[in-house]
């Protein structure tokens, strides 16, 4: 059986706007269950371990589909992500791959967290995918390989400016994903706004928003088959 990685934040803060932040239902659920309905078993870890913070944005109406309706119904997985393992405790050596779902909060926390960077880094080292859609690209801000970072020259993608536009938090972000890729030297390429759209490049499998995270799981499928 094969194993997977599966890390969200542990960040529940939007900037200095009082609003709450997190992880991205959606950008969790659908490629959770598209994993795990193939036999795969995943493990989820974040930083502080325990409950990760739900982005509230990403439970309202507008944003459910299929697999966060499943979710909502799910007391085995909603138990799962209340008792998320500590980053500190898992070892990329157990895993044949990690995933990295969205949601703002990784800006802030996974995109500094030394732990994930060297776990990203070891995976990658040992030819294992590293999939991360939407926001979760920012892991890559300080990730290297041989001393460069490790998106440079890569076919790259992620929440692009213009979606972070249009949900009004250019200026509250510590970063944009898609400026940040481009400056670590990443080839950075996407769709339509709001369109699904993911790139492979060797073992690294970005996502562009939301609708991309079951494309992001199907190419990770594929490259653990």
């Known amino acids: 059986m094969k194993k997977v990685l599966f890390v969200v934040t542990s960040h529940d803060q939007l900037g200095n706007t009082g609003e709450k932040t997190g992880f991205w239902v959606e950008e969790f659920a659908s490629p959770y269950y598209h994993l795990a309905d193939k036999n795969v078993e995943i493990t989820i870890a974040s930083p502080k371990g325990g409950q990760p913070p ?13 697999a966060t309706e499943r979710y ?24 044949d791959a990690v995933f990295y779902p969205g949601g703002h909060g990784p800006l802030w926390d996974l ?18 995918p590293v999939g991360a859609v939407c926001h979760a690209p920012a892991i890559f801000k300080n990730t290297k390989i041989n001393g460069e970072p490790l998106v440079k020259d890569k076919n790259v993608t992620g929440f692009s400016n213009t979606e972070e536009e249009a949900v009004q938090l250019t200026d509250v972000v510590p970063f944009l994903v898609e400026n940040m890729l481009q400056e670590n030297g990443g080839n950075y390429s996407k769709s339509e706004d709001w369109h699904p759209y993911a790139i492979e490049d060797g073992h690294l499998i970005t996502g562009q928003n939301p609708a991309s995270s079951e494309l992001v799981a199907d190419l990770l499928y594929n490259q653990l088959s």
Do not use: C, G, M, W
Request: proline share 5%.
């Open 54 to 66: 739900i982005d509230p944005k990403s439970e309202l109406p507008d944003f459910q589909t299929p």
């Open 111 to 128: 995109a500094e967290d030394k732990k994930s960077i060297e776990l990203i880094e070891s995976f990658y080292n040992n030819k294992k």
């Open 72 to 95: 909502y119904k799910d007391t085995d997985l909603q138990n799962k992500i209340a008792n998320t393992v500590t980053l500190s405790e898992v070892k990329e050596s157990d895993f």
